[in-house]
């Protein structure tokens, strides 16, 4: 079975400063996407950014990217200038690719980014 | 373009009372779900619909039902209220394509006493 981990369950930041978020994953499969989603208080889940396994190039999505190491199984995110908005829960979830049953995601237990002016 | 709507935003219930959480999306996706989340942990999910007519067991299904009503609208059931389904649910959608991306509603946080 797929397991999504988060290692960091709160993270700080000073505004402007770049941190980074880490998560790994467990899969047999090579055919799957990888996904940050962003929950603010407002508990609304957000999706920040996503990424194919069969691309080789990091996804980027303006402050937002990633760190895609397939064969570590590793899938960081990194928020360059951080804003006092990006203080929210984040969540990084795994899907298989198409094909199966279900496209459920299987998501990881969050990480709590807390930005400081 | 409302996106993905549930109701009600907040209910309490008491143990053995039952209630039907709504959702309905306007993105014209085939794929509907019914996530749970509790304190310490990801998402999991209940129920989902592959398409309109069908519907299958998630991770976590015992004390639910729901009904894909048509391609916009997919509930779910409580029949019989538990303390233990104290959480928050979100339903989802996504175009079930190769690159499927699923949108959430804004939840709907439920207490049963």
């Known amino acids: 079975a797929q397991t999504v981990t988060q290692s960091q369950p709160e993270m700080s930041v000073q505004e402007a400063e770049t941190v980074t978020l880490s998560c790994t994953y467990d899969?047999?499969?090579?055919?799957?996407?990888l996904f940050w989603y962003k929950q603010p208080p407002s508990r609304q889940m957000i999706l920040v950014i996503r990424q194919e396994a069969y691309k080789q190039q990091n996804a980027t999505e303006n402050r937002f990217s990633v760190n895609f190491q397939k064969a570590a199984k590793s899938f960081s995110l990194k928020i360059s200038d951080s804003q006092l908005g990006d203080a929210a829960m984040y969540f990084c979830?795994?899907?298989?690719?198409?094909?199966?049953?279900?496209?459920?995601?299987?998501f990881g237990t969050g990480t709590l980014l807390a930005v400081q002016p | 373009n409302a996106g993905v709507t549930q109701t009600p935003k907040f209910q309490v219930l008491k143990t053995g009372q039952s209630m039907t959480l709504q959702c309905a999306q306007d993105m014209n996706h085939n794929s509907m779900y019914w996530y749970r989340q509790d304190p310490g942990m990801g998402l999991r999910l209940i129920y989902y619909s592959a398409s309109e007519g069908t519907t299958d067991k998630g991770e976590v299904p015992n004390g639910y039902n729901v009904s894909r009503l048509n391609k916009r609208e997919f509930s779910l059931r409580l029949e019989s209220a538990a303390p233990s389904q104290t959480s928050v649910y979100f339903c989802?959608?996504?175009?079930?394509?190769?690159?499927?991306?699923?949108?959430f509603g804004p939840g709907t946080r439920l207490l049963v006493l």
């Open positions: 979830a795994y899907r298989r690719g198409y094909g199966g049953a279900t496209n459920k995601l299987i």
């Open positions: 899969t047999s499969e090579s055919d799957y996407y």
């Open positions: 989802a959608s996504g175009d079930r394509g190769l690159t499927e991306t699923q949108y």
